[in-house]
């Protein structure tokens, strides 16, 4: 478990390194910088199901130890799925802003009457501001979403792992429990052999004063 461990930790590594390529690619690679990030996170969340598995099948001494560890990775892999996804709505945003200036600015109109134009253009822009609005809202309820999916996740896996340590302190109570009713039937054992030996010792005693005098 060790191996793999270390070499989950050297991926997670790898991926905060190349975090920084986001905001440093041009416009055409970009797109391959995300899609390999996030394969990468992929392929790290299925390394830490391995490793969750793997330290269920820890000694009993050292199981709990493991799996603060594999909880640790997991809260960093999330964090960076989150920093991955929230760069991608930004981009999403502002290539929408873009494509939205460009078809304004492609817009043609009449030269006829100067009254005629003013109405379009005003028109124009009204639309344009009530779309950057409307555009605005869904990426605000798209990103709020996003955190709602991204808590329910981070809750399921703590919650997952908080359900395996009552399992385990379960376990480790029902020996303990099974373990006090052995020394109470041996306690109790104990009562009778030591009452019975008191009154064993007091026949001897009365059998030895009535024969000796």
């Known amino acids: 478990m060790a191996r793999q461990r270390s070499e989950t930790i050297r991926q997670v590594h790898e991926v905060q390194s190349h975090m920084g390529r986001l905001e440093t690619s041009d416009r055409q690679s970009l797109h391959l910088v995300e899609n ?5 996170i992929d392929q790290i969340f299925n390394s830490l199901e391995r490793l969750e598995v793997l330290s269920n099948k820890e000694p009993p001494n050292k199981r709990q130890n493991a799996k603060l560890r594999v909880d640790q990775l997991k809260y960093d892999v999330q964090h960076l799925q989150t920093a991955l996804r929230n760069f991608q709505h930004r981009r999403y945003a502002r290539e929408q802003q873009e494509r939205q200036r460009e078809e304004l600015l492609a817009q043609t109109f ?3 009457d100067c009254a ?3 109405i379009p253009m005003d028109e124009t822009l009204q639309l344009n501001s ?15 979403g996003h955190s709602i999916l991204e808590g329910l996740r981070a809750q399921r896996l703590t919650l997952k792992g908080t359900q395996k340590k009552i399992l385990d302190i379960a376990n480790m ?5 099974t373990v006090m009713r052995l020394i109470e039937k041996r306690a109790f054992q104990d ?3 030591m009452v ?8 001897i005693m009365v059998l030895v004063v009535h024969y000796l005098t």
């Open 191 to 193: 009562k009778y052999f």
């Open 130 to 144: 009530s779309l950057q609005k409307a555009h605005h809202g869904m990426d605000d309820l798209i990103g709020g």
């Open 116 to 118: 005629a134009t003013a």
């Open 173 to 177: 109570l029902g020996l303990s429990n």
């Open 110 to 112: 009449t030269t006829n």
């Open 36 to 40: 390999e990030l996030q394969g990468r």
């Open 196 to 203: 019975g030996g008191m009154l064993l010792t007091c026949l």
